[in-house]
């Protein structure tokens, strides 16, 4: 039982034999190491490369297809979805499936390119006379110099790579993040030459907190007629406490006959009047204590404004009444609901 207790729960004895064993010195000399081997490449690609490189995507009249197998394959899908998600046609074209009946989907206006490190993988090989056969314009991203696959392509761009992190040099740890780097680098600079604005960017990422600040609008997200909590200035407080509670507001909204805004009371209110008041409370209207000045927005306005709007100072509140432009009560937006929305 002694020797069992020595040992660390979920342990083994190999691993507490000191024969695996890393150090805080050891873990910063291999980010170093990256660094620097990053650091050749940016000192090393050649910019002209790049920029035909970018204009072949620019241009086509087409989709930029993007190939590759394993590690290399892992980031041509990743560098077609970041140029998806930037609203150019782009598609990852597994090698093998392409020789197998995919290669239907290229034509004669499209762009394929061949992501190698050694430029030597014969899954690619064997799919670009294929590839040529459609007309398709056919482009080698390798790290080798005078590798066989760049020769055989309409283009290609070198990938300086001085080694790989890996002590035996054969792991693709750091030419996999040249690719990488390149590739959403080259995305980014397709995106400043289509000028693409953030509505447009957003309008791809519906889902998402970038696309839903730059979409919704508080007319988007607020509540409205049944859903509203209004009553009249000369009602009496008590007499609305369950409109007050039961609407999930937080508020009543007070208004005129021609649905005009007149204040706003909140549960807040609520209990300062009746510290205040004591048993007065009851003979109190909802328009003697009412706010008669409350922040309010319009229904155009962006919903990620209406966030900063209750946020602001002097002290944050958790609603905004919708007024619109003929300063008709229409709605009401409230904290909750901006957070519940993914805001």
Same mark, same amino acid.
């Given at each position: 039982?002694?020797?069992? *207790?020595a040992f660390?729960?979920g342990a083994?004895?190999?691993?507490l034999?000191?024969? +695996?064993?890393i150090?805080?010195?050891?873990v910063?000399?291999?980010?170093?190491?990256?660094?620097?081997?990053?650091?050749?490449?940016?000192?090393?690609?050649?910019?002209?490369?790049?920029l035909? $490189?970018?204009? /072949?995507?620019l241009e086509?009249?087409?989709?930029?297809? $993007?190939?590759?197998?394993?590690?290399? @394959? $892992?980031?041509?899908?990743?560098i077609?979805?970041?140029? !998806?998600?930037l609203?150019?046609?782009?598609?990852?074209?597994?090698?093998?499936? *392409?020789?197998?009946?995919?290669?239907?989907?290229?034509?004669?206006?499209? !762009?394929?390119?061949?992501?190698?490190?050694?430029?030597?993988t &014969?899954?690619?090989?064997?799919l670009?006379?294929? *590839?040529?056969?459609k007309?398709a314009?056919l482009i /080698?991203?390798?790290?080798?110099e005078?590798?066989?696959? /760049?020769?055989?392509?309409?283009?290609?761009?070198?990938?300086?790579?001085?080694?790989?992190?890996?002590?035996?040099?054969l792991?693709p740890v750091?030419?996999?993040?040249?690719?990488?780097?390149?590739?959403?680098?080259?995305a980014?600079?397709?995106? &400043?030459?289509?000028n693409?604005t953030?509505? &447009?960017?957003?309008?791809?990422?519906?889902?998402?907190?970038?696309?839903?600040?730059?979409?919704?609008?508080? =007319?988007?997200?607020?509540?409205k007629?049944?859903?509203?909590?209004?009553?009249?200035e000369?009602?009496?407080i008590?007499d609305?406490?369950?409109e007050?509670?039961?609407?999930?507001? @937080?508020?009543l909204?007070?208004?005129?006959?021609?649905?005009?805004?007149?204040?706003? $009371?909140?549960?807040?209110?609520?209990?300062?009047?009746?510290?205040?008041?004591? &048993?007065?409370?009851? +003979?109190l209207?909802?328009?003697?204590?009412?706010?008669? +000045?409350?922040?309010?927005?319009?229904?155009?306005?962006?919903?990620?404004?209406?966030m =900063?709007?209750?946020?602001a100072?002097?002290?944050?509140?958790?609603?905004l009444?919708?007024?619109?432009?003929?300063?008709?009560?229409?709605?009401? !937006?409230?904290?909750?609901?901006?957070?519940?929305? @993914?805001?």
């Open positions: 039982m002694g020797s069992l *207790a660390p729960r083994s004895k190999q691993c034999s000191g024969n +695996k064993h150090d805080e010195s050891s910063e000399a291999l980010f170093k190491s990256q660094q620097s081997h990053l650091n050749y490449f940016f000192h090393h690609i050649d910019h002209s490369q790049t035909a $490189f970018t204009r /072949a995507l086509t009249a087409g989709t930029v297809f $993007f190939t590759g197998v394993g590690k290399s @394959g $892992f980031v041509a899908h990743k077609s979805q970041t140029l !998806v998600s609203g150019v046609r782009s598609a990852f074209l597994s090698p093998v499936d *392409a020789l197998h009946g995919d290669l239907g989907i290229l034509t004669d206006r499209d !762009v394929l390119v061949l992501l190698s490190k050694s430029g030597a &014969e899954e690619l090989h064997r670009v006379p294929c *590839a040529r056969a007309g314009l /080698a991203l390798t790290s080798e005078g590798n066989a696959l /760049a020769a055989k392509c309409d283009m290609s761009v070198h990938l300086p790579l001085q080694r790989e992190l890996c002590p035996f040099n792991a750091t030419s996999t993040a040249i690719q990488m780097v390149f590739g959403d680098t080259v980014i600079a397709l995106m &400043e030459a289509r693409l953030k509505e &447009e960017y957003a309008a791809n990422h519906p889902a998402g907190k970038i696309g839903k600040s730059l979409i919704f609008k508080v =007319k988007d997200l607020m509540k007629e049944d859903e509203l909590p209004i009553c009249r000369s009602d009496l008590m609305q406490l369950v007050l509670t039961s609407k999930g507001c @937080g508020c909204l007070v208004i005129d006959d021609g649905y005009s805004l007149i204040g706003t $009371f909140t549960d807040g209110d609520l209990r300062r009047t009746l510290r205040a008041s004591g &048993e007065a409370i009851f +003979k209207t909802v328009g003697e204590m009412c706010n008669r +000045k409350p922040r309010i927005i319009g229904p155009e306005a962006m919903a990620v404004d209406a =900063k709007k209750m946020e100072p002097p002290s944050p509140v958790q609603f009444p919708v007024i619109n432009d003929q300063n008709m009560l229409i709605g009401i !937006v409230t904290l909750h609901g901006l957070v519940s929305s @993914g805001l």
